[in-house]
Structures are given as C-alpha cells and as structure tokens.
C-alpha cells in the first residue's frame, strides 16, 4: 500500500501529484506476479504473466529498468520513456533461455502514465503507454473513460464485431493476450500524448481488478471515495474486488495532477 503526494517546481508552472497505489494476491493466487510503480514522474502497473516461467521476475524487471531510466522529480521526456520500454524488454527477454518457448518464456504486461516534456512546440504532457491487456482509463470527477486498448484475443474479436465487449469478459480466450513485454524480439506499445494543464486524474490497474468489477463499478467506487482522497478510492476498488472472488493479483494505482501556474 502506497500513498504519497509531491510537488515539481518547473519555470513557468508547479505539478502537485498525489497518488494511492495497493497490489493484493487475490483469494486464489500463490504468488503475486505483480508489480507497481507509484512516484512522480512515473506511474506504472506491471503484471507479469500468468502460467508463465518468472512471472514476477519479469514484473519486477520492468520496474528496475524504469527506475534506472527515469529522474525521479523531474518531467522525463517521450523518448527516455520508450528507451525504458524497449530496455525493459531487452532485460526480460534475458530472463528465458534459449531453448524456452511457449509458457516457458518469461512476461509480462505493462501500462501507465509519464510525465513529460515532449520539447518547446508540444511541451508538457501526460504520455500514456501500454503492452498486454492491464488497463489506463482517465476520471473527470465524473465520468471514467478507457484509454489503453486491450491488446488480448477477445479484444481483437471486439473489434471485428465478432462478439460484443460484455461477451469478450466471459469469453474462454479472455486471458489470451497478444502483446507483452518480453515475449518479442521487439516491441510494439500503444502511445498517447494527453495535455497535462489543470486538474488530469488516472487510473491503472492489472486485469485482476477488470476481472471483477465492471466500468459502471469502477465508476461507482470512484465516485464514492473520492472525496476521502487517493488511498480511498484504491482500497475500495481492491476490497471490492477481492470480496468477488480475487481470482487473480489485484493491483491499482491511481493517480491525480493539478498544474497551476508558478
């Protein structure tokens, strides 16, 4: 469990970040495979694969590549964050050998949020990033809205309109994911440049949080906690999920920034 709130300084405008993050084994699970990120300017969920060899070893991989990678305190910028992605596939790849394939190679998922100076014509941002199927969706005070894009079996059926977003959650391929980190030679992430003026609010989480609880929960306990600030609003979702069966590592990180002017 994590709760903490800093302030970056920069020339012309100060960042506030608050943030509550929580990871949670589940009812089921022997081991939790994942792993969080939850400081300025990097907010991150990792969730290593499941059935697969060093799990959390990859989780955790990705982790230490960030924090090699990125200043803490400061903005980062579009292109250290994809030097960090594409390192931390390198790293996990390091981990499976040479004669490991199928469930034997080590992986994992992998999204979240920077805070960025994209360079003078662009300036700051939020950059959102993702590979697998956890999930970043943003919150207005009001209404909660999916950014990432599953990268998953069933989400590929979604979008040929094969079968309908309700039917994918039950869906015998639903744990079926076609990107992660580690798994390819190379790797392709999912971007998005969010402008980071006034009041930005996100929330990551693996899928054994989405597992659980549908948007219209998700929105519910937001709405509810929120006011009682970031912790809150994590351990009702995590309790929540966890009182529904947690058959999977729960973890969620959410995040909140106001930008004012210095």
Request: a negative charge; hydrophobic letters at 40%.
């Amino acid at each position: 469990m994590v709760q903490s709130a800093d302030t970056m300084t920069l020339p012309t405008v100060t960042v506030s970040f608050t943030v509550g993050a929580r990871s949670e084994v589940g009812q089921i699970r022997q081991l939790n495979e994942d792993s969080f990120m939850a400081h300025s300017p990097v907010f991150l969920v990792a969730d290593g694969m499941g059935g697969h060899a060093h799990g959390d070893e990859a989780s955790q991989t990705v982790l230490r590549v960030f924090e090699e990678h990125i200043e803490a305190g400061r903005p980062s910028t579009p292109e250290r964050i994809l030097d960090a992605i594409h390192s931390s596939n390198d790293a996990v790849r390091d981990l499976s050998g040479a004669e490991d394939f199928g469930t034997a190679v080590s992986g994992t998922t992998l999204a979240g949020v920077a805070f960025v100076d994209a360079g003078a014509d662009i300036g700051l941002h939020w950059m959102a990033f993702n590979v697998g199927d956890s999930r970043i969706y943003t919150w207005d005070g009001v209404r909660l809205a999916q950014l990432s894009v599953d990268h998953s079996a069933v989400q590929e059926l979604v979008d040929a309109g094969l079968i309908t977003p309700r039917s994918a959650e039950l869906h015998p391929d639903r744990n079926i994911i076609t990107r992660a980190i580690g798994t390819d030679e190379f790797v392709d992430a999912d971007v998005w440049l969010v402008p980071a003026s006034g009041h930005r609010a996100f929330l990551i989480c693996s899928d054994g949080l989405t597992k659980e609880l549908e948007p219209d929960d998700i929105s519910r306990l937001l709405a509810e906690q929120q006011a009682n600030g970031q912790q809150a609003v994590v351990d009702a979702l995590v309790d929540e999920a966890l009182a529904r069966g947690g058959h999977d590592n729960v973890t969620v990180v959410f995040v909140e920034s106001v930008v004012s002017p210095s």
